[in-house]
């Protein structure tokens, strides 16, 4: 693994002040992602790491702003935080702020993340007033408004400069982002049903006999019967999985174990929803740390071939 010091020399950020921001934010990366870490750190060039440490905080940051809290209060501090934003990245001076300083020079080295973080604010206020789902259309509008600009944050950065292969890319980034976060909202719902939130349209649990109420309780009454909910969501998850496979070939060959890693990582998890079934109302649910390791040992003996 590339020093992290040499990873910001690698990516020309010399000025110390800078060097610092980015020390603090990939500290934070590290401390609440730290699977994703490892393989940015493991897996991607070197010159990445710091813009891709940039996305995820500032990512990071967003969401602790609108997740917890009544709905007005998170638009307001959303609200708030996308005008700071603004001024700082439109300001010809570096800000303050770690968070914004580190987005700020990413922007300034790749110019296109500009677009990148305004189509991620401007979709955020979905996430904001999210308290779950009516109909399977609210989950594909909050993935195609909240869920993918995220995703692109980091994913354009690897993303292929022709333009038809461009759109085949975003198109395999839609897929991924699809199922990642249908797994997500099922490995998350206890969670999530605590908070008076879930992620599994409301219709489908009616169809099954169930209603919001069920899942808060947290009755072992209604695991058969969200046995059968998990099972077909998850279905669903695993077909748009697998529609992005061929992702990886459309990136710089540097580039693909990263992404071969990534989606590897969200068919374990997958899979350990698909065993937890109905039960992952009763506990969290993940990956085996052992397979998702090694995964990341078998893409790294591929990824040092390019180092």
Same mark, same amino acid.
């Given at each position: 693994m590339t020093g992290w010091p040499t990873a910001l020399t690698k990516a020309g950020i010399a000025d110390p002040r800078l060097r610092r921001a980015y020390d603090a934010q990939r500290g934070i990366v590290r401390r609440y992602a730290l699977h994703e870490y490892v393989a940015v750190r493991l897996l991607l060039p070197a010159e990445l790491?710091?813009?891709?440490?940039?996305?995820?905080?500032?990512? @990071?940051?967003?969401?602790?702003?609108?997740?917890?809290?009544?709905?007005?209060?998170?638009?307001?501090?959303?609200?708030?935080?996308?005008?700071?934003?603004?001024?700082?990245?439109?300001?010809?001076?570096?800000?303050?702020?770690?968070?914004?300083?580190?987005?700020?020079?990413?922007?300034?080295? @790749?110019?296109?993340?500009?677009?990148?973080?305004?189509?991620?604010?401007?979709?955020?206020?979905?996430?904001?007033?999210?308290?779950?789902?009516?109909?399977?259309?609210?989950?594909?509008?909050?993935?195609?408004?909240?869920?993918?600009?995220?995703?692109?944050?980091?994913?354009?950065?690897?993303?292929?400069?022709?333009?038809?292969?461009?759109?085949?890319?975003?198109?395999?980034?839609?897929?991924?982002?699809?199922?990642?976060?249908?797994?997500?909202?099922?490995a998350d719902l206890r969670e999530d049903a605590e908070n008076d939130r879930i992620g599994i349209p409301r219709d489908e649990l009616a169809r099954h006999g169930l209603k919001f109420e069920d899942l808060r309780s947290r009755s072992e009454e209604c695991v058969p019967a969200l046995d059968r909910v998990v099972r077909e969501q998850a279905g669903l998850a695993g077909t748009t999985l697998a529609g992005c496979r061929t992702l990886p070939e459309l990136v710089a060959a540097e580039h693909r174990p990263f992404l071969d890693a990534l989606i590897a990582v969200q068919e374990l998890r997958l899979g350990a929803v698909r065993r937890a079934g109905g039960k992952v109302l009763l506990h969290d649910t993940g990956p085996a740390t052992f397979a998702t390791l090694r995964v990341l040992a078998r893409q790294y003996r591929r990824a040092r071939r390019y180092a």
């Amino acid at each position: 693994m590339t020093g992290w010091p040499t990873a910001l020399t690698k990516a020309g950020i010399a000025d110390p002040r800078l060097r610092r921001a980015y020390d603090a934010q990939r500290g934070i990366v590290r401390r609440y992602a730290l699977h994703e870490y490892v393989a940015v750190r493991l897996l991607l060039p070197a010159e990445l790491h710091p813009p891709v440490v940039a996305a995820v905080a500032y990512m @990071h940051a967003t969401d602790e702003l609108i997740d917890t809290g009544a709905v007005d209060e998170r638009t307001a501090a959303l609200a708030a935080w996308d005008a700071e934003t603004t001024a700082a990245l439109e300001s010809g001076e570096p800000p303050a702020q770690d968070g914004l300083l580190v987005l700020w020079d990413t922007v300034r080295r @790749h110019p296109h993340m500009a677009a990148r973080v305004r189509d991620f604010l401007d979709g955020a206020p979905v996430d904001a007033r999210w308290t779950g789902f009516e109909t399977e259309a609210d989950f594909q509008t909050y993935v195609d408004s909240y869920s993918l600009p995220g995703l692109m944050l980091t994913a354009s950065l690897l993303a292929p400069a022709d333009s038809d292969a461009y759109e085949s890319y975003l198109k395999g980034c839609r897929d991924l982002i699809e199922g990642w976060q249908r797994s997500d909202f099922l490995a998350d719902l206890r969670e999530d049903a605590e908070n008076d939130r879930i992620g599994i349209p409301r219709d489908e649990l009616a169809r099954h006999g169930l209603k919001f109420e069920d899942l808060r309780s947290r009755s072992e009454e209604c695991v058969p019967a969200l046995d059968r909910v998990v099972r077909e969501q998850a279905g669903l998850a695993g077909t748009t999985l697998a529609g992005c496979r061929t992702l990886p070939e459309l990136v710089a060959a540097e580039h693909r174990p990263f992404l071969d890693a990534l989606i590897a990582v969200q068919e374990l998890r997958l899979g350990a929803v698909r065993r937890a079934g109905g039960k992952v109302l009763l506990h969290d649910t993940g990956p085996a740390t052992f397979a998702t390791l090694r995964v990341l040992a078998r893409q790294y003996r591929r990824a040092r071939r390019y180092a």
